[in-house]
């Protein structure tokens, strides 16, 4: 029996039989019984009260993000909110500049020399890469162009280099934008710049981002989450379960295996 709408925790030492249950049969079941392909999975007789149950995710501590390019403004789809607001400036639309040209992931306003990432990488070979801020646009990803383009006397890099609650204050009274900073806020990761690499960030910061992703689903989603835990300080763990008390608010379950 597992309670919906609670933070349930499945606990056991190893071998006991927790995956098994949880990711080999539970999933796959209730993946079954919302009408979407679920690859092998464990045998059961039934699976009763899977009605109020729109979605489910599961989670484990797998990096976010491969890309050395993507960011919590990339991540959470603030950049594109913030893309148009600049695209939509008198002074972008007088230099023909659109939306596009404030990415750093395309070719068309992002520095050429360092193709948006702001810094070089020098190849130490037996040791790790070494990187060096670019020269050619000082480690602001942008053509001078595009950081000629204001809005509210801030350019594109500045703005990246805002924290969300800087942003936040920074953006009031854009509904949308603020929408999209809010979970990143709600779950205590305010101090984080919106362009900072999610390569950087610690494993804590990393799992509380991936939950914040979630946070502004709808009620009904199952969210399956296999040993959360491993390798956080005690203070990580305290924020990651006041985020998931945030998600049971929303309507969500959560089981977590540990």
Request: glycine share 10%; charged share 25%.
């Amino acid at each position: 029996l597992v309670p919906l709408n609670y933070f349930v925790i499945v606990l056991g030492v190893s071998g006991s039989g927790k995956s098994s249950l949880v990711l080999d049969t539970l999933v796959p079941a209730m993946l079954k019984q919302l009408g979407e392909d679920s690859v092998g999975g464990l045998e059961y007789k039934a699976i009763e009260g899977a009605e109020g149950i729109k979605r489910v995710i599961a989670i484990d501590q797998t990096p976010i993000a491969k890309s050395i390019r993507s960011c919590p403004a990339t991540f959470l789809k603030v950049l594109d909110e913030i893309r148009g607001l600049f695209g939509s400036t008198p002074m972008a639309r007088a230099s023909g500049i659109s939306d596009s040209h404030f990415s750093f992931n395309t070719g068309r306003g992002r520095c050429e020399v360092c193709e948006g990432l702001g810094f070089t990488l020098v190849d130490m070979q037996f040791m790790a890469d070494v990187q060096l801020e670019c020269t050619e646009c000082r480690g602001q990803r942008f053509r001078p162009e595009v950081l000629e383009v204001t809005y509210r006397d801030r350019n594109i890099s500045q703005v990246l280099g805002m924290s969300a609650d800087q942003a936040a204050e920074f953006f009031r009274g854009e509904r949308r934008l603020n929408q999209k900073l809010k979970p990143m806020r709600d779950i205590g990761l305010g101090y984080l710049p919106l362009g900072q690499s999610l390569s950087t960030l610690s494993a804590g910061e990393s799992m509380r981002l991936k939950l914040a992703s979630y946070l502004e689903d709808k009620s009904g989603s199952l969210i399956v989450m296999d040993e959360p835990t491993t390798g956080l300080h005690f203070q990580d763990v305290e924020r990651l379960v006041e985020c998931i008390g945030l998600l049971i608010d929303r309507g969500s379950s959560v089981i977590a295996i540990e």
